[in-house]
């Protein structure tokens, strides 16, 4: 059921500007086919980011929402985030970042799983604060989708409710 006033989604190669000027919104080449609830999703931080709190919301997040979660960790090397994704083949892999490298890990990062042909379908999102410089040119953000993401979910109010529009539009389970 969408929200009052929720803004269109957002379609590859779309920017919306943010109420500070920047695009800050998610670019996306469409919604990403998850697969169902009761699946796996692997979180994961940007090869270069310690932060932890970041990961273990998310996990907390999908968790309530019905996802197993694999929780890869802060420092994710890319050859352990590839060998965990053949491993699991997950419904969706998240990598988040907050010390404003995301941008850079994230395009290594997604490179790889795409050179994978078992992994070429996985949907993948990106998000948090992707730049040290606040937010992400819509040029860096289209760069993120063409290098192989799903979804980019930079870092700012529209960047989160973005987020949240996508779990949202994922089947759920009844919990018991």
């Not at 969408?2 to 590859?12: F, G, S």
């Not at 695009?23 to 270069?48: C, E, M, N, Y």
């Not at 850079?104 to 395009?107: A, H, R, S």
């Given at each position: 059921m969408?929200?009052?006033?929720?803004?269109?989604?957002?379609?590859?190669g779309e920017?919306?500007?943010d109420e500070r000027g920047g695009?800050?919104?998610?670019?996306?080449?469409?919604?990403?086919?998850?697969?169902?609830?009761?699946?796996?999703?692997?979180?994961?931080?940007?090869?270069?980011d310690s932060h932890t709190w970041n990961l273990v919301f998310l996990q907390l997040l999908l968790e309530e929402l019905g996802?197993?979660?694999?929780?890869?960790?802060?420092c994710v090397p890319t050859e352990l985030l590839v060998r965990e994704s053949l491993a699991h083949r997950p419904a969706l892999l998240v990598v988040s970042s907050v010390n404003g490298h995301g941008y850079?890990?994230?395009?290594r990062?997604?490179?790889?799983?795409?050179?994978?042909?078992?992994?070429?379908?996985?949907?993948a999102v990106i998000g948090g604060k992707l730049g040290i410089e606040g937010a992400q040119s819509a040029e860096q953000l289209a760069e993120l989708?063409?290098?192989g993401y799903d979804a980019v979910f930079d870092d700012g109010a529209e960047g989160i409710a973005s987020f949240q529009r996508l779990l949202d539009s994922l089947p759920q389970r009844v919990l018991t």
């Open positions: 969408p929200l009052p006033d929720e803004p269109a989604p957002v379609e590859r920017t919306v500007p695009s800050g919104a998610a670019v996306a080449r469409k919604a990403p086919a998850v697969a169902k609830r009761d699946a796996t999703v692997i979180v994961a931080g940007g090869t270069s996802f197993d979660v694999v929780n890869l960790g802060p850079q890990d994230g395009i990062m997604i490179g790889k799983v795409r050179e994978r042909a078992e992994l070429r379908a996985v949907p989708i063409a290098a």
